[in-house]
T-cell receptor, first 114, second 113 residues
């Protein structure tokens, strides 16, 4: 099955700096890669996603890049703010599978220092 | 914006007891999922459910687990005889067929004593 690795496990940045979180996946059949933000006591909330037919996607301060050849994808947050502090999870999925399950990374705890 | 709602937010149960976790998916969604997250670990897939049957299940989802959609709005996860290692956050998620993403609820924290 699919195996998703995520690095780093913790990340501290100064407010205004950029943060980058990286994930790798093992199954070349995976074609959908969402990123979720999880705040304390809450469920994961989607922040951005990308499909395998696209190399990059941007939404304001958040961007995701995908390298299918190398099987890795990254989350970039620019101009970080204290409210960006949370745990971020990457995931991979093969939308052609009827079960449609997500395989999650181990999470990155991001702290933005004011 | 519509939300996935889960009840209770925290469930404490004695080992060996049955527990039912409840979810109300977003109303026009037809795919339903359960995931769990052991403290400090990754979110793990348990089961997906579509058209009143299980679509896929992981090896975690053994005979002690079952899911049901008892009516048009609820989606439940039952653990028949709980074990200490079942202690985790359990998340319900839903989406419409062919459309992403999966929307997650805020979870039920299950504590087995």
């Amino acid at each position: 099955g699919e195996n998703v690795e995520q690095h780093p496990s913790t990340l501290s940045v100064q407010e205004g700096d950029s943060a980058v979180i990286k994930c790798t996946y093992s199954d070349s059949a995976s074609n959908y890669f969402p990123w979720y933000k999880q705040e304390l006591g809450k469920g994961p909330q989607l922040i951005i996603d990308i499909r395998s037919n696209v190399g990059e996607k941007k939404d304001q301060r958040i961007a995701v890049t995908l390298n299918k050849t190398a099987k890795h994808f990254s989350l970039h947050i620019t101009e970080t703010q204290p409210e960006d502090s949370a745990v971020y999870f990457c995931a991979a999925s093969n939308l052609r599978n009827t079960g449609n399950q997500f395989y999650f990374g181990t999470g990155t705890s991001l702290t933005v220092i004011p | 914006e519509p939300e996935v709602t889960q009840t209770p937010s925290h469930q404490v149960t004695q080992m060996g007891q049955e527990v039912i976790l409840r979810c109300v998916p977003i109303s026009n969604h037809l795919y339903f999922y359960w995931y769990r997250q052991i403290l400090g670990q990754k979110v793990e897939f348990l089961v997906s459910f579509y058209n009143n049957e299980i679509s896929e299940k992981s090896e975690i989802f053994d005979d002690q687990f079952s899911v049901e959609r008892p009516d048009g709005s609820n989606f439940t996860l039952k653990i028949r005889s709980t074990k200490l290692e079942d202690s985790a956050m359990y998340f319900c998620a839903s989406n419409t067929p062919g459309r992403q993403p999966q929307h997650f609820g805020d979870g039920t924290r299950l504590s087995i004593l």
